[in-house]
Antibody, heavy 119, light 112 residues
Framework: EAQLLESGGGLVQPGGSLRLSCRAS????????INWVRQSRGKGPEWVSV???????FYADSVNGRFTVSRDESQDTVYLQMNSLRVEDTAIYYC?????????????WGLGTVVTVSS | DIVLTQSPLSLAVTPGEPASISCKSS???????????LAWYLQKPGQSPQLLIY???DRASGAPGRFSGSGSATDFTLKISRVEAEDAGIYFC?????????FGQGTKLEIK
């Protein structure tokens, strides 16, 4: 059974940095599209980034240039490096993927990790 | 970016009655491969979203048979044939045609 587990969230001041991790089991990050999706309190989900099977990466405009997604295939882990954090980046961050290895929908989600940006 | 507009934003349904949610896209979600890249999710309080429908009308593994998806291009519908108490939560549509993927605003389903 495919599972994802996020970690690395916490409290950080505006302008600070944080690195989130998404550890995969039952699915290989090198053969999957691993997405990051965030959700602010009381709001709908917002797609943030994806790292494709090829290694290509894409970002939402709101984080482009500040966030970087990468992976360590030996650890089956995907990372989201978040720099120049803003108050509006405060959210639960989920990683999500399709267990069939295609990019049509997310049937596997982690439990999320909470990021709070505040002074 | 593709904008997804859901309606209604909330509805209250008696158990055993049907429910329907609409999702309209600002651009066609029909890929040249013939598939519509539209999915439906249910999010219950304190939980991660769970996939119900993908590619417009394919039911996800584990999704109850009372859930069905229909539509094509810019107009999609999620139907629940007979609502049960466990169906309460917020329903989101999401497209995966191209990045950035976007979500609808959500529809809150309340059980009477």
């Amino acid at each position: 059974e495919a599972q994802l587990l996020e970690s690395g969230g916490g409290l950080v001041q505006p302008g600070g940095s944080l690195r989130l991790s998404c550890r995969a089991s039952g699915v290989s990050v090198s053969r999957s599209y691993i997405n990051w999706v965030r959700q602010s309190r009381g709001k709908g989900p917002e797609w943030v980034s994806v790292i494709q099977r090829s290694g290509r990466t894409f970002y939402a405009d709101s984080v482009n240039g500040r966030f970087t997604v990468s992976r360590d295939e030996s650890q089956d882990t995907v990372y989201l490096q978040m720099n120049s954090l803003r108050v509006e980046d405060t959210a639960i961050y989920y990683c999500a993927t399709a267990s069939n290895g295609v990019a049509d929908a997310f049937d596997v989600w982690g439990l999320g990790t909470v990021v709070t940006v505040s002074s | 970016d593709i904008v997804l507009t859901q309606s209604p934003l909330s509805l209250a349904v008696t158990p055993g009655e049907p429910a329907s949610i609409s999702c309209k896209s600002s651009q066609s979600l029909l890929h040249r491969n013939g598939y519509n890249y539209l999915a439906w999710y249910l999010q219950k309080p304190g939980q991660s979203p769970q996939l119900l429908i993908y590619l417009g009308s394919d039911r996800a593994s584990g999704a109850p048979g009372r859930f069905s998806g229909s539509g094509s291009a810019t107009d999609f519908t999620l139907k629940i044939s007979r609502v049960e108490a466990e169906d309460a939560g917020i329903y989101f549509c999401m497209h995966a045609l191209q990045t950035p993927y976007t979500f609808g605003q959500g529809t809150k389903l309340e059980i009477k």
